[in-house]
């Protein structure tokens, strides 16, 4: 069977199984308070005025407004809103935010529609599973040469998303969104790796909308001839779509609980693990990483907070004098000139070991005693539990006690999160009057 039957089916016939549907919620829950939290930032702000100006039919709501807009312009609003902070969920099977690119084109249908909380539940989960597989069929290299799989990746997982709430030929949509995805690593460190997130959600969208009216595309669009795999550098890996519909990788999703890339997470956590250490103390630190990672997130002298987000040396420095990398306000252009910081970061060397898991970093940290060491891994298991209970402070850290508990009540609700009532939450209307 083609990739792209073999995605329709498990979009049209996919039973999540309840650890998954769980794990959706906690991604919901992430993903709102992320898109709520960055509201307010430039690249969100300039996003959702721009469809305010074009206004439309009022379809679906946006994050920051009580206007409502056609679900294609809330899908990109609400998309680059969420994905404004980098704060949002990762998948290292391929290198992607799966819910800043699905959960938006998810919750602009399922409003559009009227969909209830399960429809609008599955639709999201089907999406970003199949966001993740897509992305492990384009492979490394896709990755490497310099598109973003949020946007690349995504936009498959949202038109597919879509097409399951709008009853659409998925194939038909897949096609579509084929020649529409897009997205590119180069806008890191700017308003245009969040816009990438939009521009998923709001492609998958129209494909989905297009597909639904019959539009006719050509159903290879992803794996044929001059589609979108080999145009992109995609390796077509075989066995990407094994065990699709029985075994969930979004399940190992990583939720972040550090206000910068996820590639520098492990690093932190090392770092971390060796504290406290006098930074005054400290002549020389070394950071070990996978070298795929030197692309992403190694500005070595960022001038900006959001290039901030994507520099080892000087997040290392943050760590090691204490600052907090889970508040949002220690990534300011502040700290990237702040004599103390940058002193200590220039003492941060940057080495690769292909021989690490790309979801773990060594540090080494020498001092005028001696020298200490630490490793960490992020795909250590981490138990519902303190998960939940992370993802839960990190949402009254981002939001306040009372928006995060009506945003937990919202989420955990029995069938699954309502789109109105989180679209009401989402909008600054208070969902629980």
Not at 77 to 103: K, R
Not at 224 to 244: I, N, S, Y
Not at 391 to 396: M, Y
Request: net charge negative; charged share 20%.
């Amino acid at each position: 069977m083609r990739l792209s039957s073999r995605l329709a089916t498990f979009a049209a016939q996919a039973r999540p199984p309840e650890a998954a549907r769980t794990m959706m919620r906690l991604s919901v829950l992430d993903w709102a308070a992320c898109a709520m939290a960055g509201a307010q930032e430039p690249v969100a702000r300039i996003t959702r005025d721009m469809v305010l100006e074009e206004g439309g039919a009022p379809q679906a709501g946006l994050v920051g407004s009580v206007t409502r807009v056609p679900a294609r312009a809330a899908a990109l609003a609400n998309g680059a809103a969420s994905h404004a902070l980098d704060y949002d969920d990762t998948h290292f099977a391929h290198i992607g935010h799966p819910s800043v690119a699905i959960v938006p084109a998810a919750l602009a249908l399922a409003q559009k529609t009227g969909a209830g909380g399960t429809d609008f539940l599955d639709a999201a989960l089907v999406g970003v599973e199949a966001s993740i597989r897509v992305g492990v069929w384009l492979g490394r290299e896709h990755y490497q040469v310099g598109f973003h799989q949020t946007g690349t990746a995504g936009a498959f997982g949202s038109a597919l998303a879509g097409a399951r709430l709008l009853g659409a030929d998925a194939e038909q949509a897949v096609g579509l969104v084929s020649t529409r995805a897009s997205g590119l690593k180069s806008q890191f460190g700017t308003m245009g790796k969040p816009f990438n997130a939009g521009i998923a959600a709001a492609n998958g969208v129209e494909a989905a909308l297009m597909a639904a009216r019959g539009f006719v595309s050509n159903p290879d669009g992803l794996e044929g001839a001059q589609g979108f795999g080999e145009t992109h550098a995609g390796t077509a890996d075989v066995g990407a779509l094994d065990g699709l519909g029985e075994r969930w990788l979004f399940e190992t999703v990583s939720h972040k609980f550090h206000a910068c890339c996820h590639g520098t997470h492990a690093m932190i956590e090392a770092l971390s693990s060796l504290m406290p250490l006098d930074p005054a103390a400290v002549t020389k630190v070394s950071v070990i990483t996978h070298p795929r990672w030197l692309k992403v997130c190694n500005q070595p002298a960022p001038v900006t907070g959001l290039g901030a987000k994507f520099s080892y040396r000087l997040i290392a420095a943050m760590v090691l004098s204490g600052r907090d990398t889970a508040a949002l306000a220690t990534f300011s252009d502040a700290a990237c000139v702040d004599p103390a910081l940058v002193a200590l970061r220039d003492k941060v060397t940057v080495k690769t070991d292909g021989a690490l898991p790309e979801t773990a970093a060594r540090v080494i940290v020498e001092t005028d005693t001696g020298a200490v060491e630490a490793a960490h891994d992020l795909d250590a298991p981490l138990p519902l539990e303190t998960r939940t209970d992370k993802l839960k402070a990190k949402a009254r850290s981002l939001l306040g006690d009372v928006r995060a508990a009506q945003l937990w009540d919202i989420v955990s609700a029995p069938g699954g999160p309502d789109p109105a009532a989180l679209g009401a939450l989402l909008s600054g209307h208070d969902a629980m009057s």
